[in-house]
């Protein structure tokens, strides 16, 4: 397969998947339901954390615009919801693959970047750092590909930035390191306005890194964020993360120490078992119990793949930049060696697809075996009285975010809430109004 057949093969597998999860309103998995039923009770943007606001206006004004025009079908929105949030990051990484298909070694890092840090990170739509990461990959992919259509290219790099300038945290270190590609591939062009253009943007990139540290700085004795750094290093706890990122480890280990070993079978063998193991990695339960792909550890595993993605991106930046590479680079430019890092790369996203479709199936039966529950209750439903323990159900429930996806689920919002007993100062949300009961008055789960 050549690489631009690649390329498109990869994007129609994500635009695939981004369908599947609409129609799966996968965008309600945790912080999700809550999101969704804040915008309609309040009828405005949940954006009550201002360094994510950029992404949080863009994913939620389908929803809002919706709920404007009269719709009151929650399984509506919330397919609204999901197309949003999925369907950003999939644009991003459409454009950042459209920008390198014909360089193989830059489409393998392209590659990569989807198979190690989108697909095993993304159960966890709602949460910011998807648009982000996949935003800064295809600013990336842009400035290390502008041609003769800079202008064009410069402008769409701003607007990346601006996005960027209030999206998450981790644009404290991916900030800085986009903006130095742009303005090193914008200074070599003759045309004034792109320098200007890539100087603007560049700003805003390096503005984002400056609303990151400041929020850090804010929020950095918060108890939530307390949580967060004490589960940074558990990221080995999501099986589709830790899976790949092994058989990465290995190839660049070997490779950085002996380069013509990327010459022969041992690359093959190494991501061949890796993606075999991957693919399966739905079923390693049925031998080893405790063996499960467990969603929440997308939440987990998301700073390891920000500092995973930045890894990747500042390669490829060297693989262009320099003029004297170090030999590993000069072996991956070979044709035979970056074709067949292609179809290994163009696998292993093929088999990461497999645990996000058995995943997503799940999470179907679980939304629908909850909305059973409310619609045939009244009043409150304790949550323990349910089998949340049983298989799939601990996979996705989260006991301050139930009475908002109960809500959501429902014919008749306000009928039936499922709450849990604990008293949320162990596992509180963000933001308190996030553990509300909500009303979604006049709406309802109409299918």
């Known amino acids: 397969m050549s690489p631009v057949a690649v390329a498109r093969g990869v994007a129609v597998i994500l635009w695939a998947l981004a369908l599947h999860n609409t129609l799966a ?23 009550f954390y201002a360094a994510r606001a950029h992404v949080d206006w863009v994913t939620q004004a389908p929803v809002l615009l919706l709920a404007r025009l009269g719709v009151r079908d929650t399984e509506l929105l919330a397919m609204a ?14 454009l950042a693959l459209a920008r390198v298909r014909r360089d193989p070694v830059l489409l393998a890092a392209v590659l990569a970047i989807i198979a190690v840090v989108f697909l095993p990170t993304s159960f966890f739509i709602i949460g910011e ?68 253009l890539g100087a603007l943007a560049a700003l805003a990139f390096i503005g984002a890194a400056v609303v990151s540290a400041v929020t850090i700085v804010d929020y950095w004795d918060h108890p939530h ?8 290093v558990d990221f080995w706890q999501n099986m589709q993360f830790s899976i790949p990122l092994a058989g990465f480890l290995i ?38 119990g405790p063996s499960i792909l467990y969603p929440p550890s997308h939440y987990v595993a998301r700073q390891a793949a920000g500092v995973l993605l930045a890894a990747f991106l500042v390669g490829m930046w060297l693989q ?20 067949r890092m292609l179809l ?22 679980y939304v629908e075996r909850l909305r059973v529950v409310v619609d045939g209750s009244k009043g409150m439903v304790r949550a323990e009285t349910l089998p949340l323990h049983d298989w799939p159900n601990k996979l996705f429930f989260q006991d301050w975010s139930y009475p908002a996806l109960s809500a959501v689920v429902s014919r008749s919002p306000g009928q039936s809430y499922v709450v849990s007993d604990q008293n949320y100062l162990s596992n509180p949300p963000f933001e308190p109004s996030c553990g509300l009961l909500p009303k979604l008055k006049g709406y309802g789960w109409r299918s």
């Open 25 to 47: 309103c996968r965008g309600l998995f945790w912080d999700g339901s809550s999101f969704l039923v804040n915008l309609l009770d309040h009828g405005n943007f949940h954006d």
């Open 81 to 94: 919801q999901s197309a949003a949030l999925f369907a950003l990051p999939t644009a991003f990484y459409h």
């Open 129 to 196: 750092y998807n648009v982000a990461f996949a935003c800064i990959t295809a600013a990336m992919a842009v400035a290390l590909t502008i041609g003769a259509s800079s202008r064009r290219d410069a402008a769409l790099l701003l607007a990346f930035g601006l996005l960027c300038l209030r999206s998450y945290e981790a644009m404290i270190y991916l900030g800085p390191l986009v903006a130095s590609a742009i303005l090193w591939s914008t200074r070599r062009s003759g045309d004034r306005l792109t320098r200007l």
């Open 225 to 232: 964020f307390m949580k967060v750094r004490s589960t940074s």
């Open 251 to 288: 190839c660049a280990i070997a490779g950085l120490r002996r380069p013509a070993w990327l010459e022969g079978r041992g690359p093959l063998v190494v991501m061949g078992v890796i993606a075999l193991l991957l693919a399966l990695s739905p079923w390693w339960r049925l031998v080893h």
């Open 320 to 339: 262009v930049a320099r003029r004297d590479p170090p030999r590993v680079f000069a072996v991956v430019r070979r044709p035979e060696v970056a074709r």
């Open 344 to 365: 290994l790369l163009g696998a292993l996203t093929v088999a990461g697809a497999i645990p996000d479709i058995v995943l997503t199936r799940l999470w179907t039966g």
